[in-house]
Structure formats: structure tokens, C-alpha cells
């Protein structure tokens, strides 16, 4: 079914004058008569009394006419659903508990009015194929892990640099230090269950070891947080990393530690990435926000990966 007839055909419902439909829809009168005479032709039914003093629907046109209109309103949201700024911005976030959820949350604090869609993408080199592709708007990814350089179309900004903690039982030699040298970690295993080969945060962490003389052990699957929790609570030699902004809430009984990495402080880098064409106008009130948020990196005092 032509839209455009379907359209015209509601219009001469509503004015009851093919003249005034012409006018209402910026067309001549011969145009209106050929669409709605197409119409009927391709549909069997007479739809129009065409009389002196105006036109009346049939019963035909009756029976068309609240179906016609439903499919106008059905079009009119399916365009609306892709217009620039009519959606949802939609971020990759890696997990809901790291860093960029707490950019996000300080970003629509501060813009309270933008709707987000937040997704959880697993690997970075994933992460930037939907980017590229349109499936997302942007993520936030250590771009400098990634196997490959980003696509010609597709560009990112430095947002996050986000330091480390050690993560430690309460019997673990470290566990009342108040803070660690990541010098002092050499000879120690260091236990990341969830560091997935080819990912880019299992690059990060196997350069950060390789750089200071501990090993990175993932051994073992991953049952999630709680499992972590449980493991390490009851060890005097496993402990793991996590980043300062990650939000854990563990059982009491398990007196687990965080303890600060220092002198150097490792952090791990982020970059927001988007595709260089992508028109939505909240992806450009977010990159605005998170680089102006963003303090820079400081000279000293911090370890990170060229």
C-alpha cells in the first residue's frame, strides 16, 4: 500500500473536499484524485462519494479510515525512533560496576533530562565494531590495548585514568599495609579469574606484571564477585586488583581489604570512542562533558603503559 495514498486519503477524509486536501497537503487537486483513484484500485473498494458539494466516505472508507490513520501514527514513531535526538543515547559500559558507570551517573546528574541505554559489550575490539557499525554511540575502552588501530571513521578522547587497589584477605602479608608499592608485589601471584585472553584490561594487566615482577594467575572460573570474595576472605596468599571507582559491598565477616597502590600509582586508562558522523546531539553534550571533566594525566607519581 502506497504511503503517500494512504496519506492522502486520510487527508480528504478529514477536509470532506479534494480541493482542500490538495492545499493541506501542498499538491494540486489532479494529484490528490490520482492517489486516492490508485488507492482504490489496488485495494478493490470504492472509498470516496464524490459529489458538487464535497466527498463522503463509503462504507468502505469507513471501515479503512481508523486503520489508515494507525498505520500513519505507526510510521510517524518509527521515524521518530531514529531521529537524531528522539532516542536514547546508547554507552557501552564493559560492567555495571566499574569506572563508567560513575561517569555516566555524574554525567546525567548534571544533564538530568538525556536518556541513556546503558549495555555491557564484553571485549573492546567488540565494543568499537558496534560503535562503528551504529549498534552503539560510544563506549569507554583502553584503546591503547586493542589489537588493532581504530577505524579511519571512528575516534576517541582520553576520559579516565583510574588507579588501582590491592585487594587482599584479612590473613594476606599485605592486609594492614596502608598502602603497597607495586615494586613490593614482585614473586606474588596475582589472582584475575576473569581475565579473558585477547581482551584489552588482560593486556593492561599482563604489561603491568611483566613491568614490576608479579604474575597474573587465571586459573580457575570465573562464578562471579562473590566468589572472589570468598576465596580471598579465607586466604593468606591470593589477592587480586581492583580499580578505586569499582563499587563492591562484601560480607562483614569477611574484613576484606583495599589497599592504594603507590609510588607508582598504576592506572588504568580510558577513552571514550565514537563514531566520527554520528549526529546525535547527546553524544556531543557527553564528550563535552566527560573531557572537560577529565584532569589530565599528572607527570609524575603514576604508571602507565605507552
Known amino acids: 500500500m502506497d ?10 477524509a478529514d477536509a470532506g473536499q479534494f480541493q482542500k486536501a490538495a492545499a493541506d497537503l501542498s499538491v494540486t487537486q489532479q494529484a490528490v484524485s490520482k492517489r486516492v483513484t490508485a ?13 458538487p458539494g464535497g466527498t463522503r466516505l463509503t462504507i468502505d472508507g469507513q471501515a479503512l479510515l481508523p486503520h489508515a490513520r494507525a498505520l500513519l501514527d505507526s510510521m510517524e514513531r518509527a521515524a521518530a525512533s531514529v531521529r537524531p535526538g528522539s532516542r536514547a543515547l546508547r554507552v557501552d559500559v564493559v560492567h555495571r560496576q566499574v569506572a563508567t558507570v560513575g561517569l555516566l551517573r555524574a554525567f546525567r546528574e548534571a544533564h538530568p533530562d538525556t536518556a541513556l541505554d546503558i549495555v555491557t559489550l564484553h571485549g573492546g575490539a567488540q565494543a568499537v565494531e558496534a560503535v562503528r557499525s551504529g549498534v552503539i554511540d560510544a563506549t569507554v575502552r583502553a584503546v591503547t590495548f586493542l589489537d588493532q588501530p581504530l577505524p579511519d571513521d571512528v575516534e576517541s578522547a582520553r576520559v579516565l585514568d583510574e588507579p588501582l587497589h590491592l585487594f587482599t ?12 608499592t607495586p615494586a613490593q608485589l614482585a614473586g606474588h601471584h596475582i589472582w584475575m579469574p576473569g581475565n579473558s585472553p585477547g581482551s584489552e584490561w588482560t593486556a593492561y594487566y599482563d604489561r603491568l606484571a611483566a613491568e614490576f615482577g608479579f604474575t597474573i594467575d587465571t586459573i580457575g572460573l570465573d562464578f562471579g564477585i562473590e566468589m572472589i570474595f570468598d576465596t580471598i576472605a579465607d586466604s593468606s596468599t591470593v589477592a587480586t586488583f581492583v580499580g578505586q571507582e569499582t563499587r563492591l559491598v562484601w560480607p562483614v565477616r569477611h574484613a576484606l581489604r583495599r589497599i592504594p597502590l603507590v609510588d607508582p600509582t598504576p592506572v588504568y586508562p ?18 563535552n562533558h566527560l573531557t572537560a571533566a577529565y584532569p589530565g594525566r ?3 607519581g603514576i604508571w602507565a603503559p605507552e
Open 298 to 300: 599528572p607527570n609524575s
Open 270 to 287: 580510558g577513552q571514550l570512542v565514537w563514531r566520527t558522523d554520528n549526529t546525535h546531539p547527546a553524544l556531543a553534550t557527553l564528550r
Open 3 to 12: 504511503v503517500n495514498a494512504v496519506r492522502t486519503f486520510v487527508a480528504v
Open 169 to 180: 584477605g584479612p590473613g594476606h602479608p599485605f592486609a594492614k599495609a596502608r598502602s603497597v
Open 39 to 51: 488507492l482504490e484500485h489496488s485495494l478493490g473498494a470504492k472509498l470516496f462519494v464524490r459529489a
